[in-house]
């Protein structure tokens, strides 16, 4: 079943049948608590529409009639493990779209998103992800949540080595994206990424294709945070390679692949939550997308 013999070949084989030791993520190692958004992160623009709340250990986003807002770290990154505590706008939120991604800054750039679009009162809001790599995107996967996100704070939260990517709800993995080099699909490795947030307006697309559109008399929205530790190898924008490449924790052997409990946990995601996912849709992909293939599920 592995393919070739390359050095990459463990990477994007069929990693559902691969029972791993049985360290879970949620064994990573602990955070520190409270750590005040200065220190890792900056307004990008709109200052005035971000709030600070007990010295900086949590940090609200506002999106009125006239601008939303959004932050950036400090900081760019070659792999880790990158966090953040998210209580998103409650109420009416057609409309309204709260975004949690990493972003390269060059041309054929590197991209991993969470994107939630929100949904007038009582109707599912959507997480939308997404990977760019080189500049290529058009990887959507789409999923309802299984708890209010407005209602408290949940962990958003993206692995990044250099055999996955894996984005987690408050541990659960939703998606995984394998390094599938050796089958031609461009993963990011080489090109340090930032930290993003913001919140917006995007009524023209995020609810029911721009159907519903964002009820203002619910203005402001506030989005909420906490949790600006970042767990990651912390590099120039230019470096090609990160110093401590192989010796940080997210390198180690048990973060290569999910174990089977992830893996279930996955495959319940994909069978009870999940509304879309490229690598099923047959008339925009009549031929399955290469890092598909591989995914015994799909
Ligand atoms: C924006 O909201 C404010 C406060 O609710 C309101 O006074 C103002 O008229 C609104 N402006 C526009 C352009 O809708
Ligand atoms: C909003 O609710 C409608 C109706 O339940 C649903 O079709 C849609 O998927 C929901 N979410 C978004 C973001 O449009």
């Not at 007990?54 to 400090?74: A, H, I, M, P, R």
């Not at 929100?118 to 939308?128: S, V």
Request: proline content about 6%; hydrophobic content about 35%; overall charge positive.
């Amino acid at each position: 079943m592995a393919s070739s013999s390359s050095s990459w070949s463990p990477v994007c084989f069929l990693s559902g049948l691969l029972l791993m030791a049985s360290t879970s993520m949620a064994a990573a190692p602990r955070k520190p608590v409270n750590v005040p958004f200065g220190r890792n992160y900056v307004p990008t623009w709109a200052f005035d529409h971000i709030k600070y709340i007990n010295g900086g250990s949590e940090t609200q986003l506002v999106l009125d009639n006239y601008t939303g807002t959004g932050f950036q770290s400090k900081g760019s990154y070659l792999f880790g493990h990158f966090s953040m505590k998210i209580k998103l706008p409650p109420g009416d939120t057609a409309g309204v779209v709260t975004a949690f991604y990493l972003s390269s800054t060059n041309n054929e750039h590197d991209e991993i998103d969470f994107e939630f679009l929100g949904n007038r009162t009582g109707e599912p809001p959507i997480l939308q992800t997404n990977v760019f790599t080189g500049g290529k995107g058009d990887r959507e996967q789409r999923i309802y949540l299984w708890f209010d996100p407005s209602k408290a704070y949940h962990s958003y939260s993206v692995l990044w080595n250099l055999y996955q990517i894996v984005f987690l709800i408050d541990d659960i993995p939703i998606r995984v994206f394998k390094n599938c080099k050796d089958l031609g699909v461009r993963f990011p490795f080489n090109q340090p990424m930032k930290i993003y947030s913001s919140l917006w307006n995007a009524d023209d697309w995020a609810t029911r294709g721009g159907l519903e559109k964002t009820n203002w008399a619910n203005a402001p929205f506030i989005a909420s945070y906490q949790g600006f530790h970042v767990d990651g190898c912390q590099t120039s924008v230019e470096a090609k390679f990160c110093a401590t490449q192989g010796k940080m924790w997210w390198d180690r052997e048990e973060f290569r692949d999910l174990d089977a409990y992830q893996w279930r946990r996955l495959r319940w995601v994909r069978k009870k939550w999940t509304i879309y996912n490229y690598c099923t849709d047959r008339s925009r992909y009549p031929v399955t997308p290469p890092e598909c293939k591989r995914d015994r599920d799909l």
